[in-house]
């Protein structure tokens, strides 16, 4: 079945950008969808079809789909931006039509 | 707003059955779907399957054919996901989201209901 890879972690100084990348074979042929974890809580969607933002999430947060590899991209991180973040693909013809990579642990230093 | 909000916490002993229930508010239930989604302790997210709240067809993940069952209540909307013969390994919060079937995404996502399966 279909593979996304993460990083397990990522550090990031306040202020700066972070990016955390979600790989695939030709993920690029795919819609990538990303959510924000934070402990103890339910996963939020932060981005979704590659780019879109929904309603109410910062415009901070952007997201990109090209070739082999997805990113998410937080600008101007801020300590409240320390979370999991998973990407996810949605493949409605296969057996198993949604696959989760193994998430990312985002570090605010 | 659109919420779902999910059973209470359950305890369970190995080779016991769980159902957890979802119930909507503040959309149309029968024009989405319905996803569960498990987390182990410390681990990453796991898809479990979706149910089509509009015509309650399924599609389970392989791991778990046989022992889940996902159904919905289109009068309560609410949904509802059985798990028999539990072991150990089904120790995890369980969460339903909203399945947006036009490009598969979930939004927004219960708040969870830890199942933990102990002698």
């Known amino acids: 079945s279909y593979v996304l890879t993460q990083p397990p972690s990522v550090s990031v100084a306040p202020g700066k950008t972070a990016r955390i990348t979600c790989g695939g074979n030709n993920i690029g042929s795919k819609s990538v969808h990303w959510y924000q974890q934070k402990p103890g809580q339910a996963p939020v969607l932060v981005i979704y079809y590659d780019s879109d933002r929904p309603s109410g999430i910062p415009e901070r947060f952007s997201g990109s789909n090209s070739g082999n590899t997805a990113t998410l991209t937080i600008s101007r991180v801020e300590a409240g931006d320390e979370a999991d973040y998973y990407c996810q693909v949605w493949d409605s013809s296969s057996d198993h039509p949604v696959v989760f990579g193994g998430g990312t642990k985002l570090t605010v230093l | 707003q659109v919420q779902l909000v999910q059973s209470g916490a359950e305890v369970k002993k190995p080779g016991a059955s769980v159902k957890v229930s979802c119930k909507a508010s503040?959309?149309?239930?029968?024009?989405?779907?319905i996803s569960w989604v498990r987390q182990a302790p410390g681990q990453g997210l796991e898809w479990m399957g979706w149910i089509s709240a509009y015509n309650g067809n399924t599609n389970y993940a392989q791991k778990l054919q046989g022992r889940v069952t996902m159904t919905t209540d289109t009068s309560t909307s609410t949904a509802y996901m059985e798990l028999r013969s539990l072991r150990s390994d089904d120790t995890a919060v369980y969460y339903c989201?909203?399945?947006?079937?036009?490009?598969?995404?979930?939004?927004?996502w219960g708040q969870g209901t830890l199942v933990t399966v102990s002698s």
């Open positions: 503040g959309y149309t239930f029968t024009s989405y779907g």
């Open positions: 989201a909203r399945l947006w079937q036009s490009g598969g995404w979930f939004d927004p």
